[in-house]
């Protein structure tokens, strides 16, 4: 028995001698000396991925060196998120962040692993993406006036689906609901595809959504447009009054996206990252492709987008804090 | 008719191109490969090859993706007769018989089978998607959570059927898998539950690391217990080709799986997964002698490949004619199709009426192509069979160990899979049958979510269950199949009694 | 030595899963029927599990159930333990080395070891995922530990 063990016995140690040795990793020469790994803490094919595919195809060819898009999922982005925040600050590894994981997060989970502010150094501003409401085309309510009158009527009774509990379609509802003075009931869904099911199929009356996957519907005159999220007009849907300017002013509540890299980032390597990325960002091709997605480029320096992340946090905390929309 | 005809063949002109043909053959070819490899099911594997896409014309990008879907799905089925190892969830149940077949000495027949089961079902289901996709996409939309919940409890007690052994801990098991299934974030409340304070876990455990652990790693060990190296799967292959006696045993079981899973494909709040469930149990129920399954019996292949097959090819309903991706293939295939610029919804169809048809006569050839492309494929595989043990299990092990890590980039899963390997080797020895649990494992996380929708909807009504009509007809059709399920185990428990 | 009912192992085990259940939900709201909180349905599934474990447990007191399960350790420990070292390693190690070192060690599951066979088995596999998943299929897996890094 003794002796039966033996190898396995030494496969072991012996990997654990490899282990302790190798802890130490070598980067030095001119940035970018190696690809350069760009994080994506969701899914591929959503959202987010696809924005961070578009920006990296065309970082590649600025930069010399392969944008490699990973999708790292898990827990709303905060598995891929905390491990960017704890990755070397080597310009090496890049995240591709939304108001998700660096603006709702950290007022809804109390042990978020990471400070969305502090772990980070805040690279460009990519894009914003308003959100548009929507109801049934068989509802009775045209417009946010009518919609706030008849949940006044029927209080608790109206219903709005989200593509989950804290997310931003969640969350532009409840700033709707407290900044419009109405009950109206939440429905969260896993995602919003079946949310958008249920709306199509009338289980819900409306529901905050991107402005991508409801476009299609309200062309096909299955959908109404009420208001976009935004504070101006979006060039999608030029007809459709802001939420703000159609009965809640001053309302907005809008998704982006953004790159930042883990903190400390060197002063070189963050310049010349943030000035490629905004030359990306005003080509046409990809200027054209993130407006088909439903969102607006943004670009401009770090500290920009370093202001607009403290100033969301701040924000969405207020709004979680009202809400009551807890995480554990 | 003749509208889908000349519909069909407008398709046809622009899927038959040289280049598309390429593209779906490719697309086929690649998907089977990696279908085959353990843990890399077609949601990986559409979302490495989503970049090579990129290049493409929209419609021979979609082509190429879908060819992948197809091939994947087909492989997944492969590696689970061949190896026990389900790569996603419609291939459990092709585990239970074909493995079983496989290790008779039969898996080429076991392969065959399901190959031309799922071009049959393939095709069938594709016209269905050509005549009445609109149609039915509207349809689907009546279903509401309170339907979709009685469709998961008429699910559930389908799920106890695909035990042979004791129905008692059959049900125990998938309560358990149900219970399995809640860990993670509550989609209601945004409460993470059972997790430890381990995120790694607030999404759930994915249902390839179960399915590892308790089939493959369970399988791998309890081999390596026999002392000789001879008993462990050396079967006498008989025949690389199913035998006309195969036929004329599975056509009945192809046609009603085919029926099943173009239905359930069409529901898009995941019908589809359970198409092949369903499937096995309607085979087990209809069969005159339900003792041969999970003993090789080729209808327990046939059927829920067929109904598998179906339920894929239908599952496009939604997205193409809403644009509604309902699982996370078609979310894949719907960025795919957003990365092309084309807004997937109502209008595509008529806008894009090439690409719409085009994308449709190429699921006949993909179907076709993918058997063409796995038949001659069988011989490879069960040629694999007579490698000695003691070589291929190294490899599968190494194999489920990247593949399951690849899931997410992540260890973690990893060492949960080897946790579920422990578990699965324990019921093992206590003549406990996981397939029940993985199926409880998939329901438990729907089932909460659509009962407590329906209740927040209905404003804490639980009549809406009774009064809305497909609603009551699910659960009606549950509480049948529940009396024929317990009915004879009874009686069979009495007599044992009595004998005993 | 008197037979142990795997039965009865089997309800033990579905009493204690259950009841766990039970009791983490005790952590979470429980709402009512009518708004379910998070613990409701998990606690109903937990009670349910414990009857069921506690109806098969007793059932294997009077009812023959199979063989009294004989647990094989060797193998049990040598493949799970090489999973979980192909966990570890991973990621640490890269690729190939991980490849050896979990091969050899669930390699020694089986009875017939032979050095060269071993080896040959060794270096086919790593050929094979380096080939495949690395430059076939470009996964972000890395080959080599960093200090193999040029």
Same mark, same amino acid.
């Given at each position: 028995m003794k002796r039966a063990f033996r190898i396995p016995v030494a496969v072991v140690v012996l990997a654990v001698v490899v282990l302790s040795v190798t802890g130490v990793g070598l980067a030095k020469d001119d940035y970018p000396a190696k690809p350069v790994r760009m994080i994506v803490a969701f899914s591929p094919g959503g959202a987010t991925d696809i924005i961070a595919r578009?920006?990296?195809? @065309?970082?590649?060819?600025?930069?010399?060196?392969?944008?490699?898009?990973?999708?790292?999922?898990?827990?709303?982005?905060?598995?891929?998120?905390?491990?960017?925040?704890?990755?070397?600050?080597?310009?090496?590894?890049?995240?591709?962040?939304?108001?998700?994981?660096?603006?709702?997060?950290?007022?809804?989970?109390?042990?978020?692993?990471?400070?969305?502010?502090?772990?980070?150094?805040?690279?460009?501003?990519?894009?914003?993406?308003?959100?548009?409401?929507?109801?049934?085309?068989?509802?009775?309510?045209?417009?946010?006036?009518?919609?706030?009158?008849?949940?006044?009527?029927?209080?608790?009774?109206?219903?709005?689906?989200?593509?989950?509990?804290?997310?931003?379609?969640?969350?532009?509802?409840?700033?709707?609901?407290?900044?419009?003075?109405?009950?109206?009931?939440?429905?969260?869904?896993?995602?919003?595809?079946?949310?958008?099911?249920?709306?199509?199929?009338?289980?819900?009356?409306?529901?905050?959504?991107?402005?991508?996957?409801?476009?299609?519907?309200?062309?096909?005159?299955?959908?109404?447009?009420?208001?976009?999220?935004?504070?101006?007009?979006?060039?999608?849907?030029?007809?459709?009054?802001?939420i703000?300017?159609?009965?809640?002013?001053?309302?907005?509540?809008?998704?982006?996206?953004?790159?930042?890299?883990?903190?400390?980032?060197? @002063?070189?390597?963050?310049?010349?990252?943030?000035?490629?990325?905004?030359?990306?960002?005003?080509?046409?091709?990809?200027?054209?492709?993130?407006?088909?997605?439903?969102?607006?480029?943004?670009?401009?320096?770090?500290?920009?987008?370093?202001?607009?992340?403290?100033?969301?946090v701040a924000k969405w905390a207020k709004v979680v804090k009202e809400s009551g929309a807890q995480v554990n | 008719m003749s509208g889908m005809l000349g519909n069909l063949a407008l398709g046809f002109g622009a899927a038959l191109s040289p280049l598309n043909l390429l593209y779906a053959f490719f697309g086929a070819l690649v998907g089977t490969l990696i279908g085959v490899l353990p843990g890399l099911g077609p949601i990986a594997t559409i979302a490495m090859l989503l970049p090579v896409s990129y290049g493409l014309e929209p419609l021979t990008a979609l082509i190429m993706l879908a060819g992948i879907f197809y091939g994947a799905q087909y492989g997944g089925s492969t590696t689970a007769i061949l190896v026990n190892i389900p790569g996603e969830s419609s291939s459990v149940v092709t585990c239970l018989d074909g493995y079983a077949l496989a290790r008779k000495g039969r898996a080429g027949p076991a392969l065959g089978i399901a190959a031309l089961s799922s071009l049959f079902a393939g095709f069938v289901a594709t016209f269905i998607i050509a005549l009445f996709g609109p149609v039915l996409a509207e349809w689907a939309?009546?279903?509401?959570?309170?339907?979709?919940?009685?469709?998961?409890?008429?699910?559930?007690?389908?799920?106890?059927?695909?035990?042979?052994?004791?129905?008692?801990?059959?049900?125990?098991?998938?309560?358990?898998?149900?219970?399995?299934?809640?860990?993670?974030?509550?989609?209601?409340?945004?409460?993470?539950?059972?997790?430890?304070?381990?995120?790694?876990?607030?999404?759930?455990?994915?249902?390839?690391?179960?399915?590892?652990g308790l089939f493959g790693f369970a399988e791998i060990i309890s081999n390596l217990e026999q002392t000789s190296e001879r008993q462990i799967l050396a079967p006498k292959i008989q025949g690389v080709l199913p035998t006309w006696d195969d036929f004329r045993q599975c056509w009945k079981a192809v046609l009603r799986g085919t029926a099943l899973g173009s239905f359930l494909g069409i529901l898009p709040g995941g019908g589809a997964t359970l198409s092949s469930f369903a499937a096995y149990t309607l085979e087990k129920k209809v069969a005159r002698d339900p003792s041969r399954f999970g003993e090789g019996a080729i209808e327990g292949v046939a059927g829920p490949e067929a109904a598998n097959n179906a339920g894929a090819q239908t599952s496009f309903i939604p997205l193409l004619t809403l644009g509604i991706p309902s699982n996370?293939?078609?979310?894949?295939?719907?960025?795919?199709?957003?990365?092309?610029?084309?807004?997937?919804?109502?209008?595509?169809?008529?806008?894009?009426?090439?690409?719409?048809?085009?994308?449709?006569?190429?699921?006949?050839?993909?179907?076709?192509?993918?058997?063409?492309?796995?038949?001659?494929?069988?011989?490879?595989?069960?040629?694999?069979?007579?490698?000695?043990?003691?070589?291929?299990?190294?490899?599968?092990?190494?194999?489920?160990?990247?593949?399951?890590?690849?899931?997410?980039?992540?260890?973690?899963?990893?060492?949960?899979?080897?946790?579920?390997?422990?578990?699965?080797?324990?019921?093992?020895?206590?003549?406990?049958?996981?397939?029940?649990?993985?199926?409880?494992?998939?329901?438990?996380?729907?089932?909460?979510?659509?009962?407590?929708?329906?209740?927040?909807?209905?404003?804490?009504?639980?009549?809406?269950?009774?009064?809305?009509?497909?609603?009551?007809?699910?659960?009606?059709?549950?509480?049948?199949?529940?009396?024929?399920?317990?009915?004879?185990?009874?009686?069979?428990?009495?007599?044992?009694?009595?004998?005993? | 030595m008197k037979r142990v009912n795997p039965d009865l192992w089997a309800g033990l085990i579905f009493i204690v899963t259950g009841g766990a259940a039970v009791v983490l939900s005790r952590s979470y709201e429980m709402g009512t029927a009518a708004r379910m909180g998070p613990a409701y349905f998990p606690t109903v599934l937990g009670l349910l599990l414990v009857l069921l474990g506690l109806m098969v447990a007793v059932r294997s007191f009077w009812q023959a159930g199979g063989e009294a399960p004989r647990f094989h350790f060797r193998p049990l420990l040598l493949i799970l333990g090489s999973v979980v070292l192909f966990g570890v390693l991973l990621e640490r190690l890269g690729l190939i080395p991980t490849t050896i070192l979990t091969v050899v060690l669930s390699r020694w599951a089986s009875r017939e070891f032979k050095g060269k066979e071993v080896a040959i088995l060794v270096a086919v596999l790593s050929l094979l995922a380096a080939g495949l998943f690395v430059y076939g299929l470009s996964l972000p897996l890395r080959l080599w530990p960093e200090l193999w890094r040029y």
């Open positions: 578009i920006v990296s195809q @065309k970082l590649s060819e600025r930069l010399g060196q392969p944008v490699v898009v990973e999708n790292k999922p898990g827990a709303t982005g905060i598995i891929g998120t905390e491990m960017v925040a704890k990755s070397p600050a080597d310009g090496y590894t890049l995240l591709m962040v939304t108001a998700g994981t660096h603006a709702i997060n950290a007022s809804l989970y109390s042990k978020l692993p990471y400070d969305p502010v502090k772990d980070f150094t805040h690279v460009v501003w990519v894009a914003n993406a308003p959100n548009v409401l929507v109801v049934n085309a068989s509802n009775p309510i045209n417009s946010v006036k009518e919609l706030i009158e008849a949940a006044k009527k029927k209080p608790g009774q109206l219903t709005f689906g989200s593509a989950g509990s804290g997310s931003t379609l969640h969350l532009a509802g409840e700033l709707f609901k407290s900044m419009a003075g109405v009950d109206i009931v939440h429905v969260p869904y896993k995602g919003g595809a079946p949310a958008m099911t249920d709306l199509l199929g009338g289980q819900i009356a409306m529901m905050f959504d991107s402005i991508s996957q409801a476009v299609p519907h309200i062309n096909a005159g299955k959908l109404k447009a009420l208001g976009v999220t935004s504070a101006t007009r979006s060039l999608a849907l030029p007809n459709i009054p802001t703000a300017e159609a009965g809640v002013p001053g309302y907005e509540a809008m998704a982006w996206f953004g790159v930042v890299a883990p903190a400390k980032l060197p @002063k070189p390597i963050l310049d010349k990252l943030n000035k490629e990325i905004n030359v990306v960002l005003q080509l046409p091709e990809v200027v054209d492709r993130l407006r088909e997605l439903g969102t607006e480029p943004v670009g401009g320096s770090p500290a920009k987008f370093t202001a607009h992340v403290e100033a969301e | 939309l009546k279903f509401g959570p309170a339907e979709y919940f009685s469709l998961m409890v008429l699910g559930l007690v389908a799920a106890v059927v695909l035990a042979h052994g004791s129905l008692l801990k059959a049900v125990a098991m998938v309560v358990l898998g149900l219970l399995l299934g809640l860990i993670g974030t509550d989609v209601n409340s945004g409460t993470m539950r059972f997790t430890f304070d381990l995120y790694a876990l607030s999404d759930g455990i994915d249902f390839v690391v179960v399915a590892m996370a293939v078609m979310a894949l295939m719907l960025g795919a199709m957003t990365i092309h610029g084309i807004t997937p919804g109502p209008q595509v169809m008529s806008e894009q009426p090439v690409l719409f048809w085009g994308m449709i006569a190429s699921m006949l050839i993909g179907n076709l192509m993918l058997v063409l492309l796995n038949l001659p494929l069988i011989s490879i595989w069960v040629r694999l069979l007579s490698v000695p043990y003691r070589l291929l299990y190294p490899a599968i092990l190494l194999l489920c160990g990247i593949g399951i890590y690849s899931i997410k980039g992540n260890s973690f899963d990893v060492f949960l899979a080897a946790g579920f390997g422990l578990l699965g080797y324990v019921f093992r020895k206590l003549d406990c049958e996981p397939a029940p649990l993985l199926l409880g494992l998939i329901l438990g996380p729907m089932m909460e979510e659509y009962l407590r929708r329906a209740m927040l909807l209905s404003q804490g009504n639980a009549a809406v269950f009774f009064t809305r009509p497909i609603s009551l007809a699910m659960l009606l059709a549950a509480a049948v199949l529940l009396l024929l399920i317990v009915v004879p185990a009874v009686r069979t428990n009495r007599e044992k009694a009595f004998q005993g | -």
